[in-house]
């Protein structure tokens, strides 16, 4: 087999804006806006710039079946600039850009390879003058497809190395459940690469024959979304063994951090500490922005102050200001104070009184089973409200430890009068 190479992505949804940013300057909403776009072209670049045989995209190019004709055109422009270097391009669509969303009339260049949303169809890459691979793929021909695609798969044919393009949810993922199938649906389809999209976190189901992945989106879009974002760069070799090699892409990158209030005495020494992990941030990420989110922790004295009102509002203010001129900036999208007083705890849980059966009666929810079952059901009311459930997500066994962290320090607060005249 001729060796080869090629660029795998998926879900760069263009255009969509970031998710929870507020009170961002124009300078730092302008790189913002542009972040999804500039991942894009990261890619093109290095698609270009590393001669790869022909890219696999798979799915989820625009954020809506309603696509933006600015989006539209930057993705025209980036198969243009690959057409030109002669690097086909193979597109399987997903639940966010379905073939009956509307499109743009434009004239797509010759290496765009667009599949079709009623059969598997497939194509044959050719490398001097061999036919070296077969791209099997199907598009989603509406957003809510929820029959099983990969199975719709036919057999590969010999001698060539066979890949599946496919926009899908392999298992339980805790995405939406588009286009369902197994692993072993894909394990046993004879094919030997599978290029999968819909999941934003990369991911190798399976190494070997087939070689089973998710790129990750590459841009990511909200605070959860973390980490290094990108695609793969894929290398065949003679024996036809794939090896997947990750390239971040990300123009902006999300992070979040813990900044630790222990040993603190003075507003300065945490002014100090912020300054110094917003440095480390922007040296870890190099020429790239950075969103972050900065969780305090830890107890001491500074949590009375942390607890003023006003006080965390400040302290984000500055933090932002001394950033926005910045042009690798660290923005601080949001700090979150999960501080607790300076106390002795174990003393507290002895005693006989009020505070004390309070305490117990909190390691006793958190130390059974049961206990998260409980408290899941006592927010039932809360997920059942018509204004809120389409706005709360689902809480892990994690989100309830940090809910029962919260309420333990705001009642310790009020019952030892920590927060002074914070009310």
Known sequence: MIPFSFAHTADLHLGTPFQGISGASEAVQKKLTAATYRAFENIVSYALE???????????????????????????????????????????????????????????????????????????FIKESR???????????????????????PAPTAGLFSIGLLHCNVGATGYENYAPCGLQDLLVSGLDYWALGHVHTRACLHEGRPLVAYPGNPQGLHAKETGARGFLHVSVDEDGDASPRFIPSDSVRWTQIALSIDGMTRDEDLQEAQKQALEGIRQENGERPTICRLALKGRGPLHANLARANYIRDMLQNCREAEEQEET?????????????SLDRSALLAQGDFTGELLRLIDDTVAREEGWAELTEALKPVYQEAKLCKLLEPLEEEDLKEICGLAET??????????????
Request: charged share 25%; with cysteine; glycine share 8%.
């Open 410 to 423: 705001i009642c310790l607060d009020r019952l030892l009068q920590g927060v002074g005249d914070a009310d």
């Open 329 to 341: 900036f660290v923005w601080v999208e949001e700090i979150e104070d999960q501080t607790r007083p």
């Open 50 to 124: 590393n001669k790869v045989d022909f890219m696999l995209v798979a799915g989820d190019i625009f954020n809506s079946t309603d696509r933006s004709l600015h989006a539209q055109l930057v993705f025209l422009q980036g198969m243009k600039r690959l057409d030109q270097a002669g690097i086909p391009v193979y597109i399987a669509h997903g639940n966010h850009d379905p073939l009956d969303g509307w499109s743009a009339a434009l004239d797509w260049p010759g290496n765009t390879h667009l599949f079709g949303g009623k059969a598997v169809e497939r194509e044959v």
């Open 131 to 153: 036919a070296t691979a077969e791209i099997l793929g199907i598009s989603f021909s509406r957003r809510d497809i929820t029959d099983n695609l990969a199975i719709l798969f």
